[in-house]
């Protein structure tokens, strides 16, 4: 049964003018890349793993997660830094 809703999307069709994206598994060496990335600085051990996890199904959404968590972490402590700051 076909939703009315829900577009038609192809596998070779253009979504947004990009090109749909195949997940590649990370390599051991991605993966090695991968955790000395998210542990240069203090994450939890979840964090970690799950990067990890995700690695093993797509390499490009794992880095992803992992940019999006560091660029998480320094926000929310600069947003601590500023309003302590203010506080004085």
Same mark, same amino acid.
């Given at each position: 049964?076909?939703?009315?809703?829900? +577009?038609?999307?192809?596998?070779? @069709?253009? $979504?947004?003018?990009?090109?749909?994206?195949?997940?590649? %598994?990370?390599?051991?060496? =991605?993966?090695?890349?991968?955790?000395?990335?998210?542990?240069?600085?203090?994450? +939890?051990?979840?964090?970690?793993? @799950?990067? $990890?996890?995700?690695?093993?199904?797509?390499?490009?959404? %794992?880095?992803?997660?992992? =940019?999006?968590?560091?660029?998480?972490?320094?926000?929310?402590?600069?947003?601590?830094?500023?309003?302590?700051?203010?506080?004085?």
């Amino acid at each position: 049964m076909a939703y009315p809703t829900m +577009p038609n999307i192809r596998v070779n @069709q253009k $979504l947004s003018s990009e090109q749909l994206e195949i997940p590649i %598994a990370a390599t051991e060496e =991605d993966s090695v890349l991968l955790a000395e990335k998210l542990t240069s600085v203090a994450v +939890p051990l979840k964090v970690l793993l @799950q990067a $990890l996890t995700i690695a093993t199904y797509d390499k490009t959404a %794992a880095f992803r997660y992992a =940019d999006q968590y560091l660029r998480k972490t320094k926000k929310s402590k600069w947003i601590f830094l500023q309003s302590f700051s203010n506080s004085r």
